[in-house]
């Protein structure tokens, strides 16, 4: 899978097509994505539970980047939306 993502970013950046709007479920494709520079814009839902551990969406060799609160809401339930945008 990270292969693939690898070849996904490298096509991506090197044709003129239109941004992609939406990518969930793939976390290898947007570590891939976040690490080309290819994200604006991140959405992001918590949910109130630990793990302990498992996959992260930022692992500790990843570049810093430095992004701007664009949006948050908190829902009964505990969950929080997440707006972030990358400065420029």
């Given at each position: 899978?990270?292969?693939?993502?690898?070849?996904?970013?490298?096509e991506l950046r090197s044709s003129r097509s239109p941004l992609i709007?939406?990518?969930?479920?793939?976390?290898?494709?947007?570590?891939?994505?976040?690490?080309?520079?290819?994200?604006?814009?991140?959405?992001?839902?918590?949910?109130?539970?630990?793990?302990?551990?498992g996959p992260r969406l930022f692992t500790e060799d990843a570049r810093?980047?430095?992004?701007?609160?664009?949006?948050?809401?908190?829902?009964?339930?505990?969950?929080?939306?997440?707006?972030?945008?990358?400065?420029?």
């Amino acid at each position: 899978m990270k292969r693939a993502a690898e070849l996904f970013t490298f096509e991506l950046r090197s044709s003129r097509s239109p941004l992609i709007e939406y990518v969930s479920g793939s976390g290898t494709l947007v570590r891939a994505l976040l690490a080309d520079g290819l994200v604006d814009e991140l959405h992001l839902v918590m949910y109130p539970l630990t793990r302990g551990a498992g996959p992260r969406l930022f692992t500790e060799d990843a570049r810093a980047r430095e992004l701007s609160l664009a949006a948050c809401e908190a829902f009964s339930n505990g969950v929080v939306y997440l707006n972030y945008r990358a400065r420029a």
